[in-house]
């Protein structure tokens, strides 16, 4: 018997927190699953067990994650729907490689791939470039993008508007830790949001920097200051879990000179 959290709070209270979470009442579940308000109480409450069908079903229009789906179904009951395929695996041959091209394609500018922990399973040259100077005790495998970035022997010293850049990755770690009512990313972030902050005058260049129509990561390299956009994908309609925590992260020029100073760089 498989011993587990969900298990032992049952499906309908694990339901109950997700609709809570996501701020919809049972009613609006109801029609949104083709059910009934008194059938979503009743499987909430215990009195009734849903079909492995139903569970997926209320899932899906609660926007669960694909993890926490097979949490779903342990505490149901059912076997795991999702699969947990370790990225090394055969079956995840052409995945692999075609996040390979996608990031090399996108040099000379950063892009990466990171797991649920935000730990770095690819990089292209353009992220290498962005490394230079970090302490190898903080390259040891694995590579974590979090600890890369704000640790202060890492990239924290030399990003100019550190506050501020830390400020953003913060809140998306805590939007994640929402979301997956993940324990070790819980733990993740409060190491790193207990860093001090490598320079406390971080920010003033900022005040001089041009207006952008996001907030930029602007980081100096070899002298220059450079300005990088971040943006994130994931995939559509994952089923497996490996799959559904991966996202892309690319890291786009903000400004004419940070494109010219790319170009020149990686050949």
Not at 9 to 16: A, C, K
Not at 55 to 76: I, M, S, W
Not at 260 to 267: E, H, I, R
Request: glycine share 4%.
């Amino acid at each position: 018997m498989t011993t587990t959290t969900a298990d032992d709070r049952g499906v309908g209270p694990l339901l109950r927190a997700w609709r809570e979470q996501r701020r919809v009442s049972q009613l609006e579940l109801a029609l949104r699953a083709d059910s009934s308000a008194r059938h979503i109480s009743f499987i909430e409450t215990g009195r009734s067990r849903p079909s492995e069908e139903m569970v997926l079903r209320l899932a899906e229009h609660l926007d669960v994650p694909v993890r926490e789906r097979n949490a779903l179904l342990l505490a149901a009951g059912y076997a795991p729907h999702y699969p947990e395929t370790p990225l090394a695996a055969p079956e995840l041959d052409a995945l692999r490689d075609g996040i390979e091209r996608l990031i090399q394609g996108y040099e000379p500018y950063p892009a990466l791939v990171l797991d649920a922990m935000y730990n770095v399973v690819a990089a292209n040259r353009g992220i290498l470039m962005l490394l230079d100077g970090v302490p190898e005790s903080l390259l040891a495998p694995p590579l974590n993008a979090m600890r890369l970035t704000l640790h202060p022997e890492g990239m924290a010293p030399r990003i100019r508007n550190l506050r501020a850049w830390r400020g953003h990755l913060l809140e998306q770690m805590e939007r994640q830790i929402a979301l997956r009512r993940s324990e070790p990313l819980r733990a993740l972030y409060e190491e790193v949001a207990a860093y001090p902050l490598a320079h406390e005058d971080g920010d003033d260049e900022e005040l001089e920097a041009p207006a952008y129509f996001a907030l930029p990561m602007r980081i100096e390299h070899e002298g220059r200051v450079l300005s990088f956009i971040s943006s994130i994908s994931t995939f559509n309609t994952p089923m497996d879990v490996t799959v559904a925590e991966l996202a892309i992260e690319t890291f786009l020029p903000a400004d004419p000179a940070t494109v010219k100073y790319l170009q020149g760089f990686v050949s």
